[in-house]
């Protein structure tokens, strides 16, 4: 590993909602000292999951502890059918039993599952308690750790039931993301490329030069990460409950929310890997629509092969459902209005816009033609 870096802060403006990010390496050594102010009381509740415990609980704990902060630990399975009612209430009801209070902190250490159900608890439990995010994949610190978006998943479809809840403080160690496999790292690349291409193209082009040593340069993987997180940042602030701008941070979500619906939110797909399908698609289906050159769609086909990820619908291990049935899928989507389907579309690479005027046939073309 080269390049270290001091950690970095982005400032989240939400008024009385306000709140940093801290990302760099080593911050869960650091949390006691970080978390600290936030206490009424040095005592807190943490969530955790099975594979993260192992990893990283034992640092977390005592790091806290040698700021005099006491901790209890509830630990769910690991993977996304952790998103569920039962874990929720089994959460919530914990949390009940640990007496945490309006005043005290809940946190939620590990990935995107753990991040979306544990601000989800907080935010209805007491009607609401503060809680902070230490999000330990890539996907999580890029994205769902930031802007307030908490849920848990139905089986009508990806989300579909949460709250708007910000976090009082966001850790994203970026030194834990070396404990992911090859293939959760590049999931969760999935969420940085979508940045560049929604709405910064010189970020774009920066990763198209830098992004395959991110795995192994500190520096890189800093700036990756915070300048996702300052353009996340930028939207939520102007944005924060999706009225408009927002949206856009759902490039390849309706793509890609289907086709994990298609493949039982297992690990045949994650979630990252369906954005990065879904991106793809976007701009395919954008150039065929005549809003974009067919240079656009072609480097991000390009930049997500030279990167190792899958681009395409034949990518996806296992049959999948046929055409009409993925596009039904779609249509069980948050971003679905007044019964249209609504796409992330662009004019180019960083120029994405919301539209809900995509013809049927088209769509289908352009999943006949990834398959």
Same mark, same amino acid.
């Given at each position: ?20 990010v ?8 650091r ?5 600290? @102010? ?12 099975d594979?993260?415990?192992r990893?990283?609980? @034992? ?11 006491? %901790?209890e ?10 998103? %569920? ?74 989300n579909?039931?949460?709250? #708007?809840?910000q ?14 496999s ?10 940085v ?13 920066w ?5 395959p ?7 890189l993987?800093?700036?990756?990460? !915070?300048? %996702? ?11 924060e ?16 929310? !289907?086709?994990? %619906? ?17 991106c793809?698609?976007? #701009? ?22 030279d ?14 459902p046929?055409?009409? !049935? ?9 971003k ?6 609504? #796409?992330?579309?662009?004019r180019?690479i ?22």
């Amino acid at each position: 590993m080269t390049s270290q870096a001091n950690p970095v802060t982005v400032h989240v403006p939400l008024g009385d909602r306000a709140y940093d990010v801290r990302i760099g390496p080593g911050l869960i050594d650091r949390a006691g000292t970080e978390i600290a @102010p936030l206490l009424h009381r040095s005592r807190l509740a943490i969530v955790t999951d099975d594979t993260v415990a192992r990893l990283h609980l @034992p640092r977390l704990q005592a790091a806290l502890l040698a700021e005099g902060i006491q %901790s209890e630990a509830l630990v769910l399975p690991a993977g996304e059918a952790t998103k %569920s009612w039962p874990h929720m209430t089994r959460t919530v009801e914990w949390l009940l039993e640990q007496r945490i209070e309006r005043r005290d902190v809940v946190v939620a250490l590990g990935g995107g599952v753990i991040g979306d159900l544990v601000g989800f608890a907080a935010a209805i439990l007491r009607r609401g308690v503060r809680f902070v995010q230490i999000p330990t994949t890539l996907l999580a610190q890029v994205d769902s750790s930031v802007g307030g978006k908490t849920g848990i998943n139905s089986p009508h479809g990806k989300n579909l039931i949460g709250a #708007f809840h910000q976090p009082s403080l966001v850790l994203a160690d970026i030194a834990v993301l070396d404990t992911l496999s090859p293939r959760d790292f590049l999931a969760g690349y999935g969420e940085v490329a979508k940045y560049g291409l929604l709405g910064d193209a010189d970020f774009f082009e920066w990763l198209e030069e830098n992004a395959p040593r991110l795995r192994d340069d500190m520096a890189l993987r800093q700036h990756a990460v !915070a300048h %996702s997180v300052a353009m996340k940042a930028g939207i939520v602030t102007r944005d924060e409950t999706e009225q408009g701008e927002r949206a856009l941070l759902n490039l390849g979500h309706t793509f890609g929310h !289907a086709l994990e %619906s298609a493949t039982g939110y297992s690990d045949r797909l994650l979630h990252g890997e369906g954005v990065a399908i879904g991106c793809a698609l976007a #701009f395919d289906l954008s150039a065929r629509m005549g809003l974009c050159s067919q240079e656009a769609p072609s480097r991000v086909l390009a930049h997500l092969r030279d990167m190792g990820m899958p681009a395409a619908l034949r990518d996806v291990p296992g049959a999948l459902p046929d055409d009409a !049935a993925l596009i039904a899928l779609m249509g069980q989507d948050k971003k679905v209005v007044d019964g249209r389907l609504r #796409f992330v579309l662009a004019r180019g690479i960083g120029e994405a816009f919301v539209s809900d005027d995509v013809q049927t046939g088209m769509l289908a073309a352009v999943l006949r033609d990834a398959r």
